[in-house]
């Protein structure tokens, strides 16, 4: 075995897309601000009952039908994600039950935050190569990248909801004899620069109000005072400008990583695809580099940042305006939470 290949995609959006402007009746906002500095024009966001798991069960019914397999065909399942629904079970196994997907084969989720697509290839290509998983008859993997990050934001932390949106896209992988797949995944522990807190999601959300007092569900599990301390952290905290410096750094870096790895340029690629966070981030590492700007693709203006969605999301739109043909080459860039990283070079 060589490498890796995707040989189907499929993409899931939530009902409601919100211009900038749709934001003002929350938060004190203007598309301009949102606009100038992030490049960000819209975003889907779920509503009324749409959840992750409808998206990422969507996302991976029709990627299964794009690759013309069958549900039996699965040997591995993985979601990457930062926004599960369930505490457990994990999003990979709902949406094996629901789309009915035999029992068997492994199922699990893994979080590397924005980073969580190209940590999933990684790992696929590593299980692959071990020969552990995908045997015999089974030798498909689903790969999805999905996120419901409306579930964290805060509208009255205007700097950090206008640049997040929710979505799913899934992958199918199979192994490949003659498609070359390099990688490099990497993370530097840091809980300040982006963050959102568990315990302000779920327990405290479960305590109920006695008068002034708030009372925990189990009553051994959390003081009041820590739970009004990190009430608000259940939603996501950003340290905007360090994120911005660690991602540029973080982006050129993996740039190089890849173009190392595989020998290949980074003008020679059709296309490099970014973690869709912000506009001004991939234009300052294409400027920095001199590279033409319809070399990177960028979706992010109807999206806005779909952390781990947002690179299956780019190549599912990619399959739709054609722009992955047969022996395309593409450097596949994450950076997100965490801090993580990471860099893959795919060929089509
Ligand atoms: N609408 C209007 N004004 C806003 C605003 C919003 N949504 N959010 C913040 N502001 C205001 C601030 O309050 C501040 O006002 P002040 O000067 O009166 O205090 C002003 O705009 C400037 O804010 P600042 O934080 O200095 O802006 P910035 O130029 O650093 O841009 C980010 C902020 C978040 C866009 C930028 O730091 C960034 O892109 N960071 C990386 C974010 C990212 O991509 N994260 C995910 C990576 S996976």
Redesign the pocket.
């Known amino acids: 075995m060589n490498g890796i290949e995707i040989t189907g995609l499929g993409k899931a959006l939530p009902k409601t897309s919100l211009k900038n402007d749709a934001?003002k009746q929350y938060?004190?906002?203007?598309d301009e601000?949102?606009r100038s500095?992030?490049g960000i024009e819209s975003r889907y966001l779920c509503t009324g009952r749409e959840s992750l798991t409808d998206l990422a069960a969507e996302a991976s019914r029709k990627a299964i039908e794009d690759a013309r397999i069958r549900p039996e065909e699965i040997g591995l399942l993985i979601c990457a994600t930062c926004t599960t629904d369930y505490m457990v079970p994990s999003v990979a196994c709902a949406v094996q039950e629901i789309l009915k997907i035999p029992g068997g084969v492994p199922a699990f989720d893994i979080n590397a935050?924005?980073s969580g697509f190209v940590y999933g290839l990684q790992l696929i290509y590593a299980l692959m190569n071990s020969g552990t998983v995908c045997r015999s008859d089974r030798k498909y993997v689903l790969l999805i990248g999905g996120e419901q990050l409306s579930k964290m934001l805060d509208f009255s932390e205007?700097?950090?909801?206008?640049?997040?949106g929710d979505g799913a896209a899934a992958v199918i992988v199979k192994p490949s004899k003659d498609k070359h797949f390099f990688c490099h995944t990497a993370a530097e522990g840091d809980r300040s620069a982006?963050y959102a807190h568990t315990v302000g999601r779920n327990q405290i959300t479960g305590l109920s109000k006695q008068g002034e007092k708030l009372v925990s569900p189990n009553p051994l599990y959390i003081s009041e005072d820590y739970a009004r301390e990190i009430m608000k952290d259940g939603y996501l905290k950003?340290?905007?400008?360090?994120?911005?410096r660690?991602?540029v750094r973080a982006l050129s870096s993996e740039i190089d990583e890849m173009e190392r790895q595989s020998g290949i340029r980074a003008e020679d690629v059709d296309y490099i695809v970014c973690?869709q966070?912000?506009l001004?981030?991939i234009d300052y590492v294409r400027k920095q580099r001199k590279l033409p700007e319809e070399k990177f693709f960028v979706n992010l203006q109807k999206y806005g940042?779909t952390?781990g969605a947002s690179i299956p999301l780019a190549l599912a739109d990619m399959k739709e305006k054609g722009l992955l043909k047969p022996g395309s080459r593409i450097f596949c860039i994450g950076?997100?939470?965490g801090l993580t990283w990471g860099g893959c070079y795919l060929e089509f």
């Not at 205007?158 to 997040?164: D, E, G, K, N, T």
């Not at 950003?238 to 911005?244: H, I, L, S, Y």
């Open positions: 934001l938060m004190d906002t203007s601000w949102i500095r992030t935050a924005c205007r700097s950090v909801s206008v640049l997040f982006l950003m340290d905007g400008r360090k994120v911005f660690f991602a973690h966070a912000n001004r981030i940042n952390s950076f997100g939470a």
